[in-house]
């Protein structure tokens, strides 16, 4: 079946690379407007569709968002004590930035990070770790900051920043995956979560979204990436 | 006085209007930038059974639109330091005062940065739209223009302002490059040396404003640059009509 889409896609590839190789000669500027309007009116047929198809928000009453958003809070709560120590997994990171000042870590990574305490170890030519703790108080699809315990020289190692750091700690419960974002990043790239786990919960409020994800049948918590929101 | 005013807007929208017809491919181009991206996202997703779910599983990297966003920031930057010295408007627009083409100029890299803005976040629910369809019912939705427009004014008035800004950025260097060759080498290397020297804080400057909800706070550096730029070749162009 992978194959026969894979041919599928190959096949479309070829179709689009002909299409757009005729396209470009193209020297009608009547043409090129009727492309643009084409064009136009897709993008108008795909975000009715994404509307009208695709709702996202989940109509509840009162009730059930207030106990929402208690049940959240506990969990930041119980985070921000430490109390959620699950599991650890690896998992690879793609960048970080620090902000000295005020002794936070930001770090960009493939996966969506826990909410919770996390450590870190700082690999320096394979040579050297150096584990420091914080509290993860702003997390999303592709995106986390960390508040540091306390203030610790890990931002520089011999003057230079690392260029690798592998983070420990995921968390499973009750074979679902929770992901509490706080914000969304002000790009086109807030997710559509695209993968093949179904959405057992999703709360959109001001300020932060809640999502429920439940871990797929036979896929393994300790491979976390298969479990990871991407896009 | 009103006479002339009313006049000079006649100008430029006259002018408006050539330079929009002479730049119609660069819409064509934004089209076909946008198209091979999303191509290559649904592409590059790893196609494999799903064997857990019993649907078509295809991963999806995050990075590409990203990927196509700062690609379409390349090709404005490429059009604006071509802008100025367009063969087809310099021939087919003569006999307009400085002053109308530096202000039609502007208001096409407006339009273009606002056409990437709103092309590039409507693109995004094409795409969705399109593995929506092939792959049914696996698709979790995040914010939206329908469930959180403000979300959805934010992104555009983000990616088209910092498109804008670096449109005006390519124009004055152009404008800087031909007014004088050592001032523009001055400038450059004025500039660049604190980024080089600076490059971490303004990675992270640019990481952390992105991703945060300080929107206004972002966006008022690049706001800035495009005042600064179109105030520069303002003042070349002035200085040069004066001389001519």
């Known amino acids: 079946m992978g194959l026969i889409v894979a041919c599928i896609f190959i096949l479309i590839g070829i179709l689009l690379i002909t299409l757009m190789r005729r396209l470009i000669n193209i020297e009608s500027i009547r043409k090129i407007k009727l492309i643009i309007a084409i064009y136009a009116i897709l993008l108008l047929v795909a975000t009715i569709y994404v509307g009208v198809f695709k709702p996202d928000v989940v109509p509840m009453t009162k009730q059930e968002k207030n106990t929402i958003v ?81 203030s610790q020289p890990f931002v ?35 997710p559509p979560y695209f993968k093949g786990y179904s959405k057992s919960y999703s709360l959109i409020l001001p300020g932060y979204t809640i999502i429920d994800l439940k871990v797929p049948r036979g896929v393994k918590v300790k491979d976390f990436n298969k479990l990871i929101v991407q896009k | 006085m009103l006479t002339d005013d009313i006049a000079h807007r006649g100008e430029v929208k006259e002018l408006f209007t050539i330079k929009v017809e002479s730049h119609i491919r660069a819409f064509f181009h934004l089209i076909l930038i946008e198209l091979v991206f999303i191509c290559l996202t649904i592409g590059n997703g790893t196609i494999a059974d799903s064997d857990s779910v019993g649907n078509l599983n295809i991963t999806f990297i995050f990075s590409m639109p990203v990927i196509a966003y700062v690609f379409s920031l390349f090709w404005i930057f490429a059009i604006s ?18 002053r109308a083409h530096l202000l039609a100029d502007f208001l096409l890299l407006l339009v273009i940065s606002l056409t990437i803005g709103l092309t590039m976040l409507l693109s995004n629910y094409l795409e969705i739209m399109l593995v929506d369809l092939l792959k049914q019912d696996s698709i979790v939705m995040g914010y939206t223009i329908w469930n959180a427009p403000s979300v959805f004014l934010a ?17 004055a260097l152009h404008a800087l490059y031909h007014a004088s060759l050592p001032l523009f080498i001055l400038l450059v290397a004025i500039v660049l040396l604190p980024i080089n020297y600076y490059i971490d804080s303004l990675y992270g400057f640019l990481r952390n404003g992105i991703f945060s909800q300080e929107a206004l706070l972002f966006n008022l550096p690049f706001l800035g640059l495009s005042l600064l730029c179109i105030g520069l070749v303002y003042l070349m162009r ?3 009509e004066v001389k001519g």
């Open chain 1, 156 to 190: 520089k190692v011999d003057g230079k920043t690392p260029s690798t750091i592998t983070i420990h700690g995921a968390r499973e419960i009750d074979k679902r995956f929770r992901v509490a974002t706080d914000t969304m990043p002000l790009f086109p790239f807030n």
């Open chain 2, 155 to 171: 992104n555009f008035l983000t990616m088209s302002i910092v498109a804008f800004s670096v449109g005006c950025l390519g124009y």
């Open chain 1, 70 to 150: 208690k049940e959240n809070t506990d969990f930041l709560e119980r985070a921000e004590n430490g109390q959620l120590k699950g599991k650890e997994e690896t998992f690879f990171v793609k960048t970080f930035t620090t902000d000295v000042p005020n002794n936070k870590l930001f770090i960009t990574s493939n996966t969506v990070s826990d909410i919770g305490q996390i450590i870190i170890y700082m690999n320096k030519v394979n040579t050297e770790k150096r584990v420091v703790e914080g509290t993860v108080y702003h997390t999303n699809a592709y995106y986390l900051s960390l508040q540091l315990n306390e």
């Open chain 2, 238 to 240: 002035n200085k040069q």
């Open chain 2, 81 to 98: 330091l071509k802008m100025p010295s367009n063969e087809v408007i310099n021939t087919s627009a003569k006999g307009f005062s400085v």
